[in-house]
């Protein structure tokens, strides 16, 4: 779905952290395929890994390196995940470590690697190596856009966002990319999500301020239920403005974490415009739960109803799949003379049934447009949750049945 969706807005360099984008030739020829992004001395990187039991190879080695020392650099390709490939796949991850940190002059413990696109075919490592020089000769602190295009797979668009805001009194900037479109249900993470600050963050409050904005942005999104085997997303803070955040509350946290947060969702939101042929872009609402575990529970069962979502690719205002999708949530005790449901703001259920003030003309009108958002209110407590998704079109199963070809 390319409305709303723009071309890059203006990435903010971040002091000490450059990146360098090269073609590798790893699928397609003369295709940006290969980012390297290299980090100042004294910088700290916090990061959430897919939860996927079968995580790829540069999963397993970039989780096992961030844990053993502070990275210098990151390595991500797209075009092949390394996943499903075995002891293979390691030994093929480190290598391409090793191409970084030869060239670079820096363990290979400094190098965090990362790999999209498709699963289980060998890694084209001889290509990925040879390459590295050139990665690392461009290398510009002004790489952003280059990047953001560079890490793409079935995304049609690139997706970036940048914002500066004051800390006590010193200027920090917070920029981000990411990348996905299909294959989206981030669990930790999303597919693959780039984002740096320049203000002054320990490795542990950087930690926290990542994980807060996870659960308001990325872990709040889904294309089509799928958790990826090769999720990561990375928040990297250099310390070369003067701000320092050093602790994991007050103002200044709060002033962090509301920014990350706010380039973390913006990301999200894009990577649902832009799901594999999707045409609508879609908030589902859940107010009045026991607590926000179960708003969650049954926004998703909605977001992942193929038939919701096919009923809304095509403008029907079939209403009935919705409560359905409510129905078999599997919230206990669920009282549904109690339930409310909307699109938008007409109210298409109450009592238990459909509204006697509801037309399908009301309904009809709602669902013609592009942003729709549905509403269900369970009525048996206070707490809310919101989860963003798509429509599932024609061509969401053409583009997933050529992937391969």
Known sequence: MTSNIHTLPV??????????????GIKQPDRRD???????DGANVAAVFTRNAFCAAPVIVARDHWAQTSPQYLLINTGNANAGTGEQGMTDALACCDAVAQTAGCVREAVLPFSTGVISEPLQVTAICDAVPKALAALDENGWADAAHGILTTDTVPKGISQKLEIDGHIVTVTGIAKGSGMIRPDMATMLAYVATDASVPQNVLQACLVRAMNQSFNRITVDGDTSTNDACLLMATGRSAATINQTEGDTFDALCAAVTDVCKQLALAVVRDGEGATKFITVVVDGGRDEAECLQVAYTIAHSPLVKTAFFASDPNWGRILAAVGRAGLVNLDISAIELYLGDVCLARNGGRAPDYCEESGQQVMDQTDIT?????????????????DLSYDYVRINAEYRS
Not at 34 to 40: D, E, Q, S
Not at 374 to 390: E, Q
């Open 11 to 24: 990435l903010h360099s971040v002091a000490g952290l450059r990146l360098g984008t090269t073609c590798a």
């Open 34 to 40: 290969l980012v390297v992004m290299a980090l100042c």
């Open 374 to 390: 549905v509403r269900v209110v369970l009525n048996r407590g206070d707490a809310a949750a919101r989860v963003w998704t798509c």
